[in-house]
């Protein structure tokens, strides 16, 4: 018959086969529980995402603009009333804080605005035109200094100054101003004029808009068509 001490050791042999399948079964366990938490996290995280997403998708198109407006215009209120408790002017304080590079950029960007404000009057027409080719003028800073040293205190004429009509523009000075004018001929030449109308054209519109429609018809497709309009004016067509 088996010993007592044969019957136990069998069984602290199974105990210590057991404890790392346990240890490997439980490592396994704790992980799934991490995937699981991890994956309903997510879930979280993307119906929250989904959620911002239609509310983004429902706003206004310039709802981004109008937002930093109203987050600016906060702002603004803001330091103007700290300003007014201090005593001290909002519009003066806003310009000292305005950097050189800022403030560079901001007079190229008005600069680069161009507004047309369309004809208004002749004297209006006649300022733009002068204010347009003044800009074109490239100055003679050598020739501006040779008059200055000639002409000495009157060259800034006064009441009492009597240089008038004494001033003799040079050649290439002639030559300049005439170049300008036949630009400025050729230009209004290329103007687009309202077309005369013509009496013996044949009428096919019913008002200008279907005459316009006609015409740039014709341009397109009259070659394809001149066939068939002939045959219609015979009473020839099929």
Known sequence: ????????????????????????????????????????????LNHQEVVEEDKRLKLPSNWEAKKARLEYELIVDQKKKECAERGEDYDRVKLLEISAEDAERWERKKKKKNPDPGFSGYAEAQ??????????????????????????????????SLIHGTHVPSKESIDRMVDDVEKQIEK??????????NDDADIDYINERNAKFNKKAERFYGKYTAEIKQNLERGTAV
């Open 127 to 160: 300022l733009r035109q002068y204010q347009r080719l003044t800009k074109q003028i490239k100055p003679d800073m050598d020739n501006y200094e040779r008059q200055r040293e000639e002409c000495g205190e009157d060259f800034h004429p006064t009441s009492n």
């Open 188 to 197: 209004r030449s290329k103007y687009s004029r309202r077309r005369a109308y």
């Open 1 to 44: 018959m088996a010993t007592s001490a044969e019957v136990v050791a069998p069984s602290s042999e199974e105990e210590a086969a057991e404890t790392p399948a346990a240890q490997k079964r439980e490592e396994r366990l704790r992980k799934f529980r991490e995937l699981h938490f991890k994956r309903n996290e997510a879930r979280k």
